[in-house]
């Protein structure tokens, strides 16, 4: 399933249960104005304008996972926040709750249904995936090579093509609108297609740390790695 964060991270898009519990992957975030700047005139201008000029946000987001298979597509939806470098809250309300939490130093991924929490590093989770635009540490193109996308459906499209070969994706496409982030469209390896659309966008504005923390609930199924984490089961 395709992600922000790639294919093999449980988080960032929605997936199938199997054996009657639904696996989730989930799906990462983006968007915001340009605060006022003059827009240029193509897209990877106005992309980089973006990212330089937006180190905070928040909003909503639709999903819509196309398979190759050709079956029903799957949808999903929910909120966000992200504040740069490495900190982001995504939820997903619908079809079912999933929760991600990256706070800078780890990503937590938690799903209500299981009560199972999964840590991975930062790094690691964002490396050279969509996720790294948003709220990376290092330069766009430091992981990316751009290129203009043309004009299509009211946005202006820039192609973003990964520097490293194991990405789990192989083309990535973010449309623009007004010097704002629109949409993302992500084709994965296998040959599913995600479309992520914005909605209810505020760029830069002030948010809370403890929004970019996680504590896993009582009883919770950890896995993975929490030394030197301040995070403790119990919430």
């Known amino acids: 399933m395709a992600s922000v964060f790639g294919p093999r991270t449980a988080a960032v898009s929605f997936a199938a249960k199997s054996a009657g519990c639904f696996a989730r992957a989930?799906?990462?975030?983006?968007?915001?104005?340009?605060?006022?700047?003059?827009?240029?005139?193509?897209?990877?201008?106005?992309?980089?304008?973006?990212?330089?000029?937006?180190?905070?946000?928040?909003?909503?987001?639709?999903?819509?996972?196309?398979?190759?298979?050709?079956?029903?597509?799957?949808?999903?939806?929910?909120?966000?926040?992200?504040?740069r470098p490495g900190r982001f809250h995504w939820e997903y309300d619908r079809p079912y709750r999933q929760v991600l939490v990256g706070d800078g130093s780890r990503l937590w991924t938690w799903d209500p249904d299981l009560n199972q929490v999964t840590v991975r590093s930062i790094g690691d989770a964002l490396g050279a995936t969509p996720a790294a635009i948003l709220f990376g540490s290092g330069a766009l193109e430091d992981g990316f090579t751009l290129a203009?996308?043309?004009?299509?459906?009211?946005?202006?499209?820039?192609?973003?093509?990964?520097?490293?070969?194991?990405?789990?994706?192989?083309?990535?496409?973010?449309?623009?609108?007004?010097?704002?982030?629109?949409?993302?469209?992500?084709?994965?390896?296998?040959?599913?297609?995600?479309?992520?659309?914005?909605?209810?966008?505020?760029?830069n504005p002030q948010l809370a740390a403890d929004r970019f923390r996680f504590t896993p609930p009582a009883g919770a199924d950890v896995i993975g790695d929490v030394s030197g984490s301040d995070a403790a089961p119990g919430r």
């Open 26 to 83: 989930s799906l990462a975030l983006a968007l915001a104005a340009t605060g006022g700047i003059a827009l240029a005139a193509d897209g990877v201008a106005q992309l980089r304008q973006f990212v330089s000029a937006t180190r905070s946000a928040e909003g909503d987001f639709e999903q819509t996972v196309v398979a190759q298979s050709g079956r029903k597509p799957q949808q999903a939806s929910g909120s966000f926040a992200y504040a």
């Open 148 to 203: 203009e996308g043309g004009s299509d459906g009211g946005l202006i499209w820039v192609e973003a093509r990964p520097r490293q070969t194991d990405s789990g994706f192989e083309s990535l496409r973010i449309g623009l609108q007004d010097g704002q982030l629109h949409s993302m469209e992500m084709r994965d390896n296998f040959g599913q297609t995600t479309l992520i659309r914005f909605t209810r966008l505020q760029p």
